[in-house]
């Protein structure tokens, strides 16, 4: 018995497979993405998003950015730069007509499509859409000397704090602009339910579309006493996929490995999972037939077999090597919530019925094993 190399079974990509979604705003997009590849979604908020027209916080510090020129402006995100203006203008405040003196610099294309649909004109913008980049140009000398100058740096979410503190250094006198603050969601029963099926196996990759997300999570985790848990979990079977790399750095933080698309859009993110699920789970010839082992099903010959608990961890308990034979107490150890041998009997009549095929093998007096 040996691994297929290259070989996909037919359908759906993410059939089998459960992806939990972290995202507050886009989290319909991201889900019919993923919905659309087989995938069934598991939507947990992490955070929640403070409404402009209430945050005391934005008008405070738009109103500290008018108090004096500004340099230079750092736009990071096009709905983040382009919300600012929009609320400015509802509350009044000249703020357009402030920043037409100022060189305004764009971290990407929709920043930049932000800056010039508000009237402005962009100065320059990074070839890599990063932060980082933006802080070498600046410290570089490109705008001139920094020391003494302001800077607003449009915030979207994270904090930035590299960015922001390596400006801070270079003598900048720099004015964050908190749009779009992110906090714990009102209600977080769904993140709390996430973090059990983290634990209880119950979904196969969690994705992150920003770093206050990631954090959130962890955070109410901490609260629950299951942190370390939870990282050993994202350790392990369960895949953590962020956006980019921004977004990345509360796990990275926390030690957990996460895998992230080249570009950070939606569309690259779902097909990262694409990518990255699959691969993890060898297609295994057993005999004449195929087998692959999913998240919460099978593929045999390219037809997907939906599970049951009991029958999945015997069969995935199998599937670790394939061939070898796996005694009784072994797979006792492998059921949920435990059990005997008799439940262990009962788990392989049920597998096998539902696989259709004669995949699992009976060694008298020692255990089962996939068919060689």
């Not at 979604?21 to 955070?47: F, N, Q, S, W």
């Not at 607003?152 to 602009?177: M, Y």
């Not at 010959?301 to 090597?321: F, H, K, N, T």
């Amino acid at each position: 018995m040996t691994d297929t190399a290259g070989e996909q079974p037919a359908g759906l990509p993410l059939a089998g497979y459960t992806v939990a979604v972290t995202a507050a705003r886009r989290k319909e997009e991201l889900g019919a993405l993923l919905d659309r590849r087989g995938a069934r979604v598991l939507y947990a908020p992490a955070i929640r998003i403070v409404p402009l027209a209430d945050d005391a916080e934005l008008v405070a510090a738009t109103r500290r950015v008018l108090e004096a020129p500004v340099d230079l402006v750092v736009a990071t995100t096009g709905v983040g730069f382009r919300g600012w203006l929009e609320a400015a203008d509802a509350w009044g405040l000249p703020l357009v007509q402030h920043l037409s003196g100022s060189r305004v610099l764009a971290r990407g294309p929709k920043a930049r499509g932000a800056i010039r649909g508000g009237g402005l004109v962009d100065a320059w913008s990074p070839a890599s859409e990063s932060s980082a980049e933006v802080l070498e140009h600046l410290l570089s000398g490109a705008e001139g000397p920094l020391a003494g100058r302001r800077i607003a740096v449009q915030l979207h979410g994270d904090p930035l704090p590299d960015l922001v503190a390596g400006l801070q250094d270079a003598g900048a006198d720099v004015l964050t602009v908190p749009v779009y603050r992110w906090v714990l969601p009102e209600d977080v029963v769904p993140v709390r339910r996430l973090i059990g099926a983290i634990l209880a196996g119950g979904v196969d990759a969690v994705t992150f579309t920003s770093a206050p997300a990631a954090a959130s999570l962890l955070q109410v985790a901490t609260e629950l006493g299951q942190q370390e848990p939870v990282v050993a979990a994202m350790n392990g079977r369960v895949l953590a996929v962020a956006v980019g790399p921004v977004t990345a750095g509360p796990l990275d933080a926390a030690g957990i490995p996460s895998c992230q698309p080249e570009r950070a859009r939606l569309g690259a993110l779902a097909r990262e999972v694409v990518a990255r699920l699959p691969e993890r789970d060898p297609v295994l010839q057993v005999g004449p037939h195929t087998l692959q082992v999913r998240g919460h099903a099978a593929v045999v010959d390219g037809q997907l077999v939906e599970l049951a608990p009991g029958p999945l961890a015997v069969l995935r308990e199998l599937a670790r090597q394939p061939g070898h034979v796996v005694s009784r107490p072994d797979l006792v150890g492998s059921l949920p919530g435990g059990g005997d041998g008799h439940a262990v009997e009962m788990a392989v009549t049920r597998l096998r019925a539902a696989l259709g095929a004669p995949l699992v093998e009976t060694v008298v007096k020692r255990g089962y094993r996939l068919r060689a």
